[in-house]
């Protein structure tokens, strides 16, 4: 925290003394009075400081220049405090700037407290929350900066700033007395990043935000809003711990910048459909809080804002930083503002010009100044300060009854209703309404008006038997075992949780719940806590409806994706429990520490076994190798130590350097492994270390940076290479893989390969000389010729999602799985009326001994984004193509949305292909995508060695499936 003003902290340390006998019953903080103190001191506007108004055309303020200015305001105002929230990927330090009367910083560790006990309904009667809730102050989260081009959100954090710590009329006094303000800009990095960008040319006319040689956050760019409930990187771990677990605003406003073409700015109320597992109380405050926005813009004669249809922003996924609070009981609202520093122009969208309740007030054609675009954002800051402070009490006591909703959800009976219920209970009516359901005769009387048999109602017997059916309620908690195969992964994924302000136990001793036995050390996740809502996304597969506008029309798009609950994708073992359970639990107060890991020292020619289910192996592998140790993966099933061990099972034989390597990994990792007195017998794959190529592109590959982060998490050598240095050819002499994700490799020319934001690539002569090495694209013409040298000449090449395009530029066997004849017998691809998949989690077979699928399951939960599959040609299997993991039935959802499922029935997902003396691997499944699906992790990692390992006998080459 910067430097305060003495008195203040002084004040404020005393009152946190008091704190929890003060905040028993109520909060003890004064009700508004009127600021009657000396002027204050002067406080620098920002045209003082940066030589520029906020807005002005042709100039944006760099992170640096901004942490100044913070600096400087902190020690010139009352109102303010900066504190550091903590560090970015990058190494800044990232800053919030907490606003509020005077008085209420002497009081804020009461205000703090007060609104932790409200936000956990933390031991208090209604009456005492009511209470505290009328005597508290709000808390709001404002910020900006998210999406870095998007460059107004972080120029109007400053002006906002500014004018709460210098305005004095009755509204803004109001306001300091009722809310604490927290002003965040959530992406440093990026802000430093496109601000210098920008202002980099001297003449202002050729300036642009456009044509960012990298990604805006250092590893995910765009992404960095769809990390929240994951928790990667650490800006969203910074954010989600002051809201989740320190600070619990009742209200978070999220500033964006793509304004819906016609308009200015997109407001809530969002359109449907919203996630079933939050509370009622979220919509309509999120509509509460969206109305008072548009009023006020009308009122100050802004016009141009739209609302539900007027764009695509919905409440159902979790992971961007507005939805992930809907899941903690808190108000989240985005807002999408145009505005650029480079004067930007309002189109004529002749549907824009018709008033309509989603189009309450449009605005005509014209350019549009960056000026007015801060303006806007301040009015809609405003609005939500404005109604937090005069609807305080509603929104702080709103909070407590969200908590406390939840947790009555959680110790009862509950079901949560989603659309395969309604289409059970319809089901269920329809056949009982034709005399053929099962047990129509126990069905028994309708019930009063309203329901699916129209103004008479359904029978009420399929209320309490099917829609509320004893076996399909809501579990009371989940159990974690800790003898799962791959506990590591499975404490991260509690520690995601807890990060997410989630209360995870854990067990101290041995205990059984519904008859069955569980170690210590298990976790255990009950459900009746505050952020029910978020625990409940994590695990249970979501729902999806089918958005379909009209019979036989196409489905709309969702926001983002629609089946995401990281326990599915993460791999995770776990148990659902319907009945209340206890047992010898202990709440784990901060995170969970790691299992600790068991080395014993092998005796003279002996070894170490290491299990290949676990993914942290792979850290293993990566240190061993390059500190020259040896490492096999066992082709066949070992016995040693009086237990069975699995075919892959990975062997490092015993040398003096050894030891201390897996001693130091048990320490760091909690890896446990396994002594042996002699080598187990069988044959075995010779790992060497691999030189790893990861394609990117100027601009910044989004998959591509998810694929560097993961590849640091596990220590894997590589490097990013250009399309330049590919088309260069000799790769060989470079490289052992070759790594291309999700938009890298395109189906032809004229198609330009995505995987980020941006579009075009601008002319070498406009971008500093440090970048121009970056340029070029991925072709067909010139890039594939020398993918296919690289692979005969013994390379590996991985690919996923639209780079699997390689297999038919390269002539593999296989062919398109999503496609239909049309007349004439051609084949064109599925169309979306009859297929759709949008960000699905589906089941998939794996055949597991196949060394590509070591470690793995007989089955995994695979992420579907619009990928592709195949179905391989008769001549496949003479070519030695193989399929390592496909869809065996026609109903492979398992969380989210599938449109047309059925045609996935006997797909393959996932192909081995010898290519020459190389192997090509194609991925359709997203199976790294944004770093979340660690339960398909090994599929990636074991690619990486299989294609260059050496059988371990003979030394020679092995690229057949062992039987």
């Known amino acids: 925290m910067f430097k305060r003003k003495a008195g203040l902290r002084a004040r404020a340390t005393a009152v946190a003394a008091t704190v929890a006998a003060a905040v028993v019953l109520a909060v003890g903080v004064a009700a508004p009075v009127a600021q009657n103190k000396p002027a204050a001191p002067r406080i620098t506007p920002p045209k003082d400081q940066f030589g520029h108004a906020i807005g002005d055309d042709y100039y944006l303020v760099n992170y640096t220049q901004y942490v100044d200015y913070l600096r400087k305001l902190d020690v010139q105002s009352e109102r303010m405090v900066v504190a550091e929230i903590g560090k970015t990927e990058e190494g800044r330090a990232e800053l919030t700037a907490i606003i509020t009367s005077p008085e209420n910083h002497r009081r804020l560790p009461l205000i703090k407290e007060a609104n932790r006990k409200l936000a956990l309904a933390d031991g208090l009667s209604d009456d005492q929350a009511r209470q505290l809730a009328r005597d508290g102050k709000t808390v709001v989260w404002i910020d900006g900066g998210l999406h870095a081009t998007e460059v107004l959100g972080a120029q109007q954090l400053i002006e906002t700033i500014y004018r709460l710590n210098t305005r004095s009329d009755p509204e803004t006094l109001r306001i300091l007395n009722d809310v604490v303000i927290l002003c965040t800009l959530v992406n440093p990095d990026g802000m430093e990043l496109v601000s210098n960008w920008y202002m980099r040319e001297a003449d202002e006319k050729r300036r642009s935000t456009g044509g960012v040689p990298r990604l805006y956050q250092k590893y995910i760019g765009h992404d960095d809003n769809r990390d929240f409930y994951m928790m990667n990187m650490s800006e969203s771990v910074n954010a989600n711990r002051m809201m989740y677990r320190e600070w619990f605003p009742a209200i978070m406003y999220n500033h964006h910048q793509t304004g819906p073409a016609g308009a200015v700015l997109f407001a809530p109320p969002f359109r449907d459909p919203f996630n079933y597992n939050f509370d009622p109380l979220i919509p309509l405050g999120i509509d509460i809080i969206g109305a008072a926005i548009h009023t006020r813009l009308a009122a100050e004669g802004k016009p141009g804002a739209v609302m539900r249809t007027g764009a695509p922003y919905s409440t159902w996924f979790n992971g961007g930083i507005r939805t992930t609070s809907y899941f903690h009981n808190q108000i989240g609202i985005l807002t999408e503002t145009i505005g650029n520093p480079t004067p930007v122009e309002i189109p004529f969208v002749l549907d824009m010009q018709l008033p309509r309740a989603d189009v309450p007030n449009p605005i005509q054609p014209r350019t549009f100044y960056f000026r007015e675009a801060i303006e806007y954002s301040i009015t809609n800051n405003f609005a939500i300060l404005d109604i937090a402070s005069k609807r305080k009490e509603d929104f702080l006591f709103n909070m407590y009854r969200m908590a406390k909703n939840a947790i009555e ?17 319809r089901a269920a009516i329809e056949a009982e309404q034709a005399g053929a359901s099962r047990g129509a005769e126990n069905i028994g009387p309708r019930g009063g008006r309203g329901g699916g048999g129209g103004r008479g109602g359904a029978p009420i017997a399929v209320y309490n038997n099917v829609l509320h059916d004893p076996k399909m309620r809501d579990p009371r908690g989940f159990i974690v075992p800790s003898d799962q195969p791959d506990f590591l992964t499975a404490t991260k994924f509690v520690n995601i949780l807890i990060k997410g302000g989630v209360v995870v136990h854990r067990a101290t001793a041995p205990f059984t719940v519904a008859g069955k036995p569980y170690p210590a050390g298990s976790y255990v996740v009950k459900s009746a806590q505050p952020f029910r809502a978020h625990l409940m996304d994590m695990f249970e ?19 983002d994706v629609t089946g995401y ?7 995770i073992k776990y148990d659902r429990i319907l009945d209340g359970f206890d047992g010898p639990f202990e709440k784990i107060a901060d995170l969970a520490p790691l299992p600790a890991g068991k080395v014993a020292q092998a005796p003279s020619g002996g070894g170490y076994l290491l299990s290949h289910q676990v993914n942290d192996s792979f850290v293993a592998v990566n240190r061993l190798l390059r500190a020259g140790e040896e490492v096999y993966w066992l082709k066949s099933a070992a016995s040693a130590n009086g237990r069975q061990y699995p075919v892959g099972t990975m062997y490092v034989p015993a040398k003096a350097s050894t030891l201390p390597i897996l001693q130091k990994l048990a320490t760091d990792k909690g890896l446990s492994v396994d002594a042996v007195a002699s ?18 592109q100027y601009g910044g590959s989004m998959p591509s940076g998810w694929t560097r982060w993961i590849f640091e998490q596990y220590e894997f050598p590589f490097e990013v290479v250009f399309p330049q240095t590919l088309d260069a050819g000799n790769l060989n002499a470079k490289y052992d893989v070759l790594v291309f994700v999700d938009g890298g490799i395109p189906e032809r020319d004229q198609q330009a390969a995505g995987g980020g934001f941006g579009g075009g690539q601008p002319a070498a002569e406009t971008i500093p000389a440090e970048f121009r090495g970056w340029l070029g694209r991925v072709t067909v013409a010139k890039t594939v010729p020398e993918l296919k040298k690289f692979v005969e000449n013994g390379g590996t090449v991985l690919t996923i999602g639209s780079s699997t395009s390689l297999g038919h530029h390269l002539g593999l066997p296989i062919r398109d799985a999503l496609v239909e004849r049309i007349a004439g017998g051609a084949e064109r691809p599925l169309p979306r009326e009859k297929f759709y998949i949008p960000g699905t989690i589906l089941e998939a077979r794996i055949d597991n001994t196949n060394p ?21 040609q008769p001549e496949a299997g003479l070519k030695g193509v193989k399929p390592v993991a496909w869809f065996d039935s026609a109903t492979p959802l398992r969380s989210g949305w599938a449109w047309g499922q059925q045609y996935l029935d006997q797909a393959v997902a996932i192909v081995d292909a010898p290519v020459g003396k190389g192997r090509v691997v194609l991925f359709g499944p997203e199976v790294l995508w944004r770093a979340q699906p660690h339960g398909t992790f090994k599929l990636f990692f074991n690619g990486i060695y299989y294609g260059s390992a050496s059988s371990g006998a003979a030394g020679t080459r092995t690229t057949e499936q062992p039987q």
């Open 565 to 571: 609950n990281i326990a599915y994708s993460m791999g």
């Open 852 to 872: 590509l699928a070591y470690g793995m399951g007989d089955t995994a939960m695979v992420m579907w984004d619009e990928s592709p599959a195949f179905r391989l």
């Open 541 to 559: 597969p979501q729902d999806h409806p089918d958005d379909i506008p009209y019979p036989g029309g196409p489905p709309r798009p969702p926001y």
């Open 679 to 696: 080598r187990p017998a069988g044959d075995s794959m010779k790992l060497k270390p691999v030189r790893i190529g990861l394609w990117d």
């Open 409 to 425: 959800k959680g110790s009862r009976d509950n079901w949560t209703i989603h659309p395969k219920r309604i289409e059970a209970a």
